[in-house]
């Protein structure tokens, strides 16, 4: 992976049909998304259930390109490895997942993969101020994480900005994650970010068998933030 801060689609597969991961992994990589971000859940850091590092590593082959893998599950440390092993190129953790992120994003990168840190929203951004040596990718969630469909928090783009201000010159990427579509995309590119993931707003309309409203969405969402 190179580090560049143009925009980068990463549809969430959160939204795919799940009896079919494979195939929509592949649409979604036809149709122009730039990564492909996984939402592993536990039913209880956040109240819903996905899937695990199983399922991951059977997407794997599918992808091509960059498996961004959101893992939204407390404890954290004793998965890394599995997800790591699953073929992740980025995993993501949560700071209020536990009392230890520090100690998480080592064990991110003693694994191999790119280290991200996620915010909830109500999380300030200097939580992470501390890390930003030690990470790849800030997540700010727009949304409070669990479900896909959720309306954008307005109160995140001046997070964005601020941690825009904070990362620098360091080679770390701004990713937003939970109601991007073409009207708020430009927000939060405008603010600083260069990583868009977004569920809704890219599988609505398409399907495996009709992925042309896939590739259409992409463009939409791309159009808007680079003019943003
Ligand atoms: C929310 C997930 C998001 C979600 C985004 O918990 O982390 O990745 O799928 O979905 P949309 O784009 O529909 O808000
Ligand atoms: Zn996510």
Redesign the pocket.
Known sequence: MTFDRSIKIAP?I??ADFANFGAECQAIEAQGADWV?V?V?DGHF?P?ITFGPATCAAIRPHIKGVMDV?L?IAPVDPYIEAFAKAGADIITAHVEAGPHIHRTMQAIRGAGAKAGVALNPASPAAAVEYLLDMVDLVCV?T????????K?IHSQVEKVRQLRAMIGDRPIHIEI?????PTTAPLVAAAGADVL??????FRGGSVSDPAPYGANIRAIRAAAEAG
Do not use: R
């Open positions: 969430s959160l939204s971000h939402d859940m956040v819903n959101h939204m969630m949304v409070n994480p669990g479900f896909g469909g959720q954008f994650d939970g109601g991007v579509d993931v977004a569920g809704s707003a890219v």
